[in-house]
């Protein structure tokens, strides 16, 4: 009996290389989501990064899933690369008040994506703790090693804050577990959203998750700029499936 939900998807799904490999010839694009569904439980929003989502928008994703899935969904890139988590707690609780109103029980996780250049300091880690709201299942993905650091991770924890676990070039690619609620990003490496992982590297990832023994855990392909992305989302639900 598994001990751990797995929750696997994709990052995005609208590449024209994935038809004929995934989409069967001739299955027109406004079809595709749908087919994707058929095989993946979650979906991970990046859109609402580039603009931040209506509420409509979020209905229409709630409508288009079947029962039981869900979505993770990121934050815009206006709180975390322009504001950089200053003096947008009003953003915050506006995005956290949509997504709960448009994805209602289809809500996973909201994914707070900060960029390379924010290293990590004391301020900066109490401003993350401070404009997060606890009713929501938030995630911090970093992409500077110097958050690596086992006084961030206990500070997160203490938070009930999922640490994002990253396979991204150049940084440690340890799964690492901050709450029961576990997150992976697998972005392609090393050519950033291209590299496919070989079924050795899917199957390396997979057992340590489950050596982590969370509650429930999150896995999204994001090579998807290429085939690379499908390719290793099912072979990770084959593994998953057979477990």
Not at 30 to 50: I, R, S, V
Not at 213 to 229: D, E, H, L, V
Request: charged share 25%; glycine share 4%; net charge neutral.
């Amino acid at each position: 009996m598994k001990k751990t939900t797995v929750h696997i998807g994709c990052s995005s799904y609208a590449t024209a290389s994935w038809q004929p490999l995934f989409f069967p010839e001739g299955l027109p694009k406004k079809k595709w989501f749908d087919y994707y569904c058929n095989y993946f439980n979650t979906y991970e929003l990046n859109a609402t990064f580039y603009h931040f989502p209506t509420l409509k928008s979020l209905e229409a994703w709630y409508e288009k899933a079947p029962n039981g899935f869900l979505f993770s969904i990121k934050i815009p890139k206006t709180i975390t690369h322009i504001k950089r988590m200053e003096d947008c707690k009003d953003d915050i609780e506006k995005f956290y008040q949509v997504a709960r109103e448009g994805l209602k029980d289809k809500l996973g996780c909201v994914l707070f994506q900060l960029p390379p250049s924010f290293t990590y300091s004391p301020e900066r880690l109490e401003a993350i703790i401070a404009a997060v709201n606890p009713e929501f299942t938030n995630v911090v993905e970093f992409r500077n090693e110097s958050w690596w650091r086992e006084d961030v991770m206990d500070i997160l924890e203490s938070n009930n804050i999922s640490f994002c676990s990253v396979n991204y070039p150049k940084l440690p690619t340890a799964v690492i577990k901050t709450n029961q609620k576990g997150y992976v990003r697998m972005h392609g490496n090393p050519r950033l959203f291209y590299s496919e992982y070989t079924e050795e590297q899917i199957a390396d990832m997979y057992n340590e998750v489950v050596r982590k023994n969370f509650k429930q855990i999150y896995i999204y392909f994001n090579n998807t700029a290429s085939t690379a992305g499908i390719i290793n989302a099912l072979q990770a639900k084959r593994l998953n499936d057979e477990y």
